[in-house]
Protein backbone atom coordinates (compact mmCIF):
# COMPACT_ATOMS: atom_id res chain seq x y z
CA UNK A 1 0.00 0.00 0.00
CA UNK A 2 2.76 2.37 1.12
CA UNK A 3 6.12 2.16 0.19
CA UNK A 4 9.64 4.87 0.82
CA UNK A 5 12.31 4.44 -1.65
CA UNK A 6 15.71 5.81 -0.84
CA UNK A 7 13.79 9.20 1.23
CA UNK A 8 16.08 11.77 2.40
CA UNK A 9 15.20 14.72 4.23
CA UNK A 10 17.67 17.97 4.31
CA UNK A 11 17.40 21.04 6.25
CA UNK A 12 19.60 24.04 5.63
CA UNK A 13 21.30 25.72 9.04
CA UNK A 14 23.79 27.97 10.55
CA UNK A 15 24.40 31.18 9.54
CA UNK A 16 22.89 31.87 6.07
CA UNK A 17 22.17 27.73 5.63
CA UNK A 18 25.47 26.88 4.87
CA UNK A 19 25.64 23.69 7.09
CA UNK A 20 23.32 20.60 6.38
CA UNK A 21 21.20 18.74 8.61
CA UNK A 22 20.37 15.06 7.73
CA UNK A 23 17.10 14.52 9.58
CA UNK A 24 16.10 12.04 7.34
CA UNK A 25 18.62 9.68 5.47
CA UNK A 26 17.72 7.45 2.41
CA UNK A 27 15.13 5.61 4.49
CA UNK A 28 13.32 2.21 2.88
CA UNK A 29 10.45 0.66 4.18
CA UNK A 30 6.59 -0.50 3.38
CA UNK A 31 3.78 -1.08 4.95
CA UNK A 32 0.97 -3.42 3.21
CA UNK A 33 -2.96 -3.12 3.19
CA UNK A 34 -3.90 -4.18 6.43
CA UNK A 35 -0.64 -3.97 8.85
CA UNK A 36 0.76 -1.89 11.39
CA UNK A 37 3.87 -1.11 11.53
CA UNK A 38 5.44 0.91 14.44
CA UNK A 39 8.88 3.34 13.65
CA UNK A 40 10.90 3.47 16.69
CA UNK A 41 13.64 5.47 18.01
CA UNK A 42 14.30 8.13 20.40
CA UNK A 43 13.45 12.12 19.80
CA UNK A 44 15.35 13.63 16.99
CA UNK A 45 15.81 10.30 15.36
CA UNK A 46 13.56 11.36 12.48
CA UNK A 47 10.27 9.77 13.35
CA UNK A 48 8.01 12.77 12.85
CA UNK A 49 9.86 13.74 9.75
CA UNK A 50 8.59 10.83 7.85
CA UNK A 51 5.13 10.49 9.19
CA UNK A 52 5.17 14.79 7.94
CA UNK A 53 6.74 13.60 4.44
CA UNK A 54 4.09 11.16 3.99
CA UNK A 55 1.23 13.18 5.07
CA UNK A 56 2.79 16.21 2.66
CA UNK A 57 3.13 18.36 5.40
CA UNK A 58 6.55 18.90 5.02
CA UNK A 59 8.70 18.49 1.46
CA UNK A 60 10.99 15.97 0.27
CA UNK A 61 14.64 16.48 -0.73
CA UNK A 62 15.10 13.09 -2.31
CA UNK A 63 13.69 9.78 -2.97
CA UNK A 64 9.86 9.07 -3.90
CA UNK A 65 6.88 7.79 -1.83
CA UNK A 66 4.21 5.58 -3.35
CA UNK A 67 0.56 5.18 -2.14
CA UNK A 68 -1.42 2.32 -4.12
CA UNK A 69 1.70 2.32 -6.74
CA UNK A 70 1.53 6.07 -7.26
CA UNK A 71 4.04 8.71 -6.73
CA UNK A 72 2.84 11.54 -4.12
CA UNK A 73 5.64 13.47 -3.91
CA UNK A 74 4.31 14.70 -7.24
CA UNK A 75 0.51 14.80 -6.36
CA UNK A 76 -1.20 18.81 -6.92
CA UNK A 77 -5.08 20.40 -7.13
CA UNK A 78 -7.45 17.54 -6.97
CA UNK A 79 -4.66 14.54 -7.43
CA UNK A 80 -3.99 15.55 -3.78
CA UNK A 81 -7.51 15.91 -2.33
CA UNK A 82 -7.65 12.71 -3.29
CA UNK A 83 -4.91 11.69 -1.98
CA UNK A 84 -5.79 13.43 1.55
CA UNK A 85 -9.36 11.07 1.31
CA UNK A 86 -7.27 7.76 1.75
CA UNK A 87 -4.55 9.16 4.10
CA UNK A 88 -4.53 11.15 7.14
CA UNK A 89 -2.75 12.02 10.32
CA UNK A 90 -3.16 11.81 13.99
CA UNK A 91 -0.75 13.58 16.68
CA UNK A 92 0.70 13.80 19.42
CA UNK A 93 -1.01 16.97 21.64
CA UNK A 94 -4.74 16.84 20.95
CA UNK A 95 -5.24 20.16 22.48
CA UNK A 96 -2.95 22.04 20.15
CA UNK A 97 -4.86 20.41 17.08
CA UNK A 98 -8.27 22.44 18.38
CA UNK A 99 -9.06 26.45 18.26
CA UNK A 100 -10.07 26.90 21.90
CA UNK A 101 -12.61 29.31 20.77
CA UNK A 102 -14.72 26.97 18.79
CA UNK A 103 -16.37 23.71 19.82
CA UNK A 104 -15.24 21.06 19.20
CA UNK A 105 -17.36 19.93 16.22
CA UNK A 106 -16.15 22.75 14.04
CA UNK A 107 -13.37 20.25 12.56
CA UNK A 108 -16.07 18.03 10.95
CA UNK A 109 -17.76 21.26 9.28
CA UNK A 110 -14.52 21.74 7.75
CA UNK A 111 -14.64 18.18 6.11
CA UNK A 112 -17.98 18.55 5.71
CA UNK A 113 -17.99 21.75 3.78
CA UNK A 114 -14.30 20.70 1.86
CA UNK A 115 -14.99 16.72 1.05
CA UNK A 116 -18.69 16.76 1.11
CA UNK A 117 -20.59 20.15 0.25
CA UNK A 118 -23.28 18.40 -1.31
CA UNK A 119 -24.35 15.92 1.24
CA UNK A 120 -27.76 16.58 2.57
CA UNK A 121 -28.05 17.47 6.50
CA UNK A 122 -29.28 13.85 7.40
CA UNK A 123 -27.43 12.14 5.31
CA UNK A 124 -24.28 13.93 7.44
CA UNK A 125 -25.32 13.70 10.55
CA UNK A 126 -26.00 9.64 10.04
CA UNK A 127 -22.10 9.52 8.50
CA UNK A 128 -21.30 11.84 11.12
CA UNK A 129 -22.77 9.55 14.28
CA UNK A 130 -21.75 6.34 12.67
CA UNK A 131 -17.53 7.82 12.47
CA UNK A 132 -18.11 8.77 16.24
CA UNK A 133 -19.32 5.55 17.46
CA UNK A 134 -17.00 3.49 15.82
CA UNK A 135 -14.55 4.95 18.13
CA UNK A 136 -16.21 4.44 21.28
CA UNK A 137 -18.13 8.30 21.17
CA UNK A 138 -21.77 9.16 22.14
CA UNK A 139 -22.36 12.16 19.71
CA UNK A 140 -24.34 13.65 22.50
CA UNK A 141 -21.91 13.77 24.92
CA UNK A 142 -19.37 15.20 22.65
CA UNK A 143 -20.52 17.23 19.79
CA UNK A 144 -21.49 21.39 20.50
CA UNK A 145 -18.80 21.26 23.59
CA UNK A 146 -15.56 23.39 23.86
CA UNK A 147 -12.38 21.19 23.83
CA UNK A 148 -11.48 22.16 27.21
CA UNK A 149 -15.29 20.48 28.23
CA UNK A 150 -13.53 17.34 26.83
CA UNK A 151 -10.54 15.21 28.23
CA UNK A 152 -7.37 14.30 26.04
CA UNK A 153 -9.07 10.70 25.24
CA UNK A 154 -11.92 12.02 23.92
CA UNK A 155 -10.16 14.85 21.53
CA UNK A 156 -7.71 11.93 20.58
CA UNK A 157 -11.10 9.90 19.98
CA UNK A 158 -12.69 13.14 17.70
CA UNK A 159 -9.48 13.66 15.68
CA UNK A 160 -9.90 9.29 14.80
CA UNK A 161 -13.32 10.15 13.65
CA UNK A 162 -12.96 12.52 11.86
CA UNK A 163 -10.33 11.08 9.46
CA UNK A 164 -12.52 8.04 9.76
CA UNK A 165 -15.04 10.65 7.78
CA UNK A 166 -12.99 10.25 4.63
CA UNK A 167 -12.85 6.23 4.61
CA UNK A 168 -9.17 6.60 4.89
CA UNK A 169 -6.54 3.51 3.77
CA UNK A 170 -3.71 4.40 5.34
CA UNK A 171 -3.30 6.67 8.93
CA UNK A 172 -0.09 7.87 10.45
CA UNK A 173 -0.51 8.01 14.54
CA UNK A 174 2.39 10.10 15.35
CA UNK A 175 2.63 9.40 18.98
CA UNK A 176 -1.02 9.77 19.57
CA UNK A 177 -1.42 8.19 23.15
CA UNK A 178 1.88 10.00 24.56
CA UNK A 179 -0.15 12.60 26.24
CA UNK A 180 -3.09 10.23 27.60
CA UNK A 181 -3.23 8.64 31.10
CA UNK A 182 -2.55 4.92 31.35
CA UNK A 183 -5.94 4.31 31.22
CA UNK A 184 -6.63 6.18 28.23
CA UNK A 185 -3.87 4.89 26.63
CA UNK A 186 -5.00 1.27 26.13
CA UNK A 187 -8.64 2.19 24.82
CA UNK A 188 -6.85 4.14 22.11
CA UNK A 189 -4.85 1.16 21.23
CA UNK A 190 -7.57 -1.48 21.28
CA UNK A 191 -9.36 0.89 18.82
CA UNK A 192 -6.32 1.08 16.46
CA UNK A 193 -6.32 -2.83 16.32
CA UNK A 194 -10.39 -2.74 15.88
CA UNK A 195 -9.46 -0.25 12.55
CA UNK A 196 -6.81 -2.20 11.59
CA UNK A 197 -8.89 -5.39 11.29
CA UNK A 198 -11.26 -3.47 8.89
CA UNK A 199 -8.23 -3.08 6.77
CA UNK A 200 -7.28 0.30 8.00
CA UNK A 201 -2.99 0.11 7.54
CA UNK A 202 -1.14 2.30 10.13
CA UNK A 203 2.31 3.61 10.89
CA UNK A 204 2.24 3.76 14.43
CA UNK A 205 5.68 6.50 15.28
CA UNK A 206 6.74 6.07 18.76
CA UNK A 207 9.69 6.10 21.13
CA UNK A 208 7.88 3.52 23.61
CA UNK A 209 9.06 -0.04 23.10
CA UNK A 210 6.23 -1.67 24.59
CA UNK A 211 3.83 0.17 23.07
CA UNK A 212 4.91 -1.02 19.56
CA UNK A 213 5.34 -4.12 20.63
CA UNK A 214 1.56 -4.27 21.79
CA UNK A 215 0.17 -3.08 18.79
CA UNK A 216 2.26 -3.79 15.41
CA UNK A 217 3.41 -6.61 13.39
CA UNK A 218 6.40 -5.07 12.01
CA UNK A 219 8.85 -2.96 13.92
CA UNK A 220 11.65 -0.18 12.25
CA UNK A 221 14.34 1.04 14.59
CA UNK A 222 15.56 4.64 13.52
CA UNK A 223 18.89 5.90 14.71
CA UNK A 224 19.58 9.91 13.35
CA UNK A 225 17.42 9.38 10.60
CA UNK A 226 18.75 6.03 9.31
CA UNK A 227 17.40 2.71 9.96
CA UNK A 228 19.14 0.52 12.48
CA UNK A 229 16.87 -2.68 12.30
CA UNK A 230 13.85 -3.37 10.46
CA UNK A 231 11.67 -6.92 10.24
CA UNK A 232 8.92 -8.58 12.04
CA UNK A 233 8.31 -7.43 15.86
CA UNK A 234 8.64 -10.51 17.42
CA UNK A 235 12.34 -10.85 15.60
CA UNK A 236 13.28 -7.72 16.61
CA UNK A 237 12.06 -7.85 20.30
CA UNK A 238 13.23 -11.72 20.60
CA UNK A 239 16.84 -11.42 18.88
CA UNK A 240 17.81 -7.87 18.54
CA UNK A 241 20.93 -7.63 16.57
CA UNK A 242 21.84 -4.30 15.99
CA UNK A 243 23.63 -2.08 19.23
CA UNK A 244 21.61 0.95 19.31
CA UNK A 245 18.20 -1.98 19.45
CA UNK A 246 19.98 -3.58 22.30
CA UNK A 247 20.49 -0.48 24.17
CA UNK A 248 17.10 0.57 23.48
CA UNK A 249 15.91 -3.06 25.31
CA UNK A 250 17.75 -2.38 28.16
CA UNK A 251 16.50 0.80 28.65
CA UNK A 252 13.13 -0.62 29.53
CA UNK A 253 12.45 -0.27 33.09
CA UNK A 254 11.94 -3.27 34.91
CA UNK A 255 9.62 -3.71 37.80
CA UNK A 256 11.66 -6.44 39.71
CA UNK A 257 15.19 -3.92 39.06
CA UNK A 258 15.42 -0.07 40.80
CA UNK A 259 16.68 2.52 39.09
CA UNK A 260 19.68 3.26 41.72
CA UNK A 261 20.42 -0.48 41.06
CA UNK A 262 21.25 0.34 37.18
CA UNK A 263 24.10 1.86 35.76
CA UNK A 264 23.51 4.36 33.15
CA UNK A 265 24.71 4.50 29.92
CA UNK A 266 26.70 7.97 29.28
CA UNK A 267 25.62 9.20 25.94
CA UNK A 268 27.73 11.40 24.05
CA UNK A 269 27.41 13.17 20.58
CA UNK A 270 29.65 11.92 18.44
CA UNK A 271 29.35 13.39 14.51
CA UNK A 272 30.57 10.86 12.33
CA UNK A 273 30.85 11.60 8.60
CA UNK A 274 28.01 10.29 6.69
CA UNK A 275 29.88 7.38 4.98
CA UNK A 276 30.40 5.48 8.02
CA UNK A 277 28.34 4.16 10.63
CA UNK A 278 25.88 7.04 12.72
CA UNK A 279 25.56 4.76 15.58
CA UNK A 280 29.64 4.79 15.90
CA UNK A 281 29.72 7.02 18.68
CA UNK A 282 28.00 5.56 21.11
CA UNK A 283 28.41 1.67 19.93
CA UNK A 284 30.12 -0.28 22.76
CA UNK A 285 30.92 -2.63 20.04
CA UNK A 286 32.65 0.05 17.61
CA UNK A 287 35.72 -0.50 15.52
CA UNK A 288 37.66 1.66 13.04
CA UNK A 289 36.45 -0.54 11.20
CA UNK A 290 32.50 1.54 11.00
CA UNK A 291 34.01 4.86 9.90
CA UNK A 292 34.91 3.60 6.64
CA UNK A 293 31.74 3.45 5.00
CA UNK A 294 27.59 3.23 6.03
CA UNK A 295 26.80 -0.32 6.67
CA UNK A 296 24.10 -1.83 4.14
CA UNK A 297 20.98 -3.13 5.38
CA UNK A 298 20.71 -6.87 4.99
CA UNK A 299 18.30 -9.69 5.71
CA UNK A 300 19.76 -11.88 8.06
CA UNK A 301 16.92 -13.65 8.80
CA UNK A 302 13.05 -14.31 6.74
CA UNK A 303 11.80 -10.69 7.11
CA UNK A 304 14.70 -9.45 9.87
CA UNK A 305 17.07 -6.57 8.50
CA UNK A 306 19.71 -5.11 10.52
CA UNK A 307 22.52 -2.18 9.35
CA UNK A 308 25.90 -3.45 11.13
CA UNK A 309 29.09 -3.60 9.78
CA UNK A 310 29.49 -7.20 12.12
CA UNK A 311 26.59 -8.69 9.81
CA UNK A 312 28.04 -7.75 6.39
CA UNK A 313 30.22 -10.93 6.66
CA UNK A 314 27.70 -13.65 7.24
Known amino acids: MLRLEDVSKVYRIGTFGGKALHAVNCVSFDIPDGAVTSLIGESGSG ?93 AHVLNKYPHQLSGGQLQRLLIARALLLDIQFLVADEIISMLDASTRI ?66 PRLDRKWDKLEAEEQTENHQPLSGCVYYGRCPQATSDCTRGRPPLLEVDQDHFVACIRYTEG
Not at 66 to 81: H, M, P, Q, R, S
Not at 102 to 120: G, L, T, V
Open 187 to 252: DVLNLLAELKSHGLSILFITHDLSLGYYISERAVILYRGCIAEMGATEKIFGRPLHPYTQMLMASV
Open 47 to 139: KSTIGKMILRLTSISSGRIFFNEVDITTLKGDALKEYYRRVQGVFQDPFSSYNPIFKADRIFKIIRDEFFPDMSHAEWQDKLHASLECVGLNP
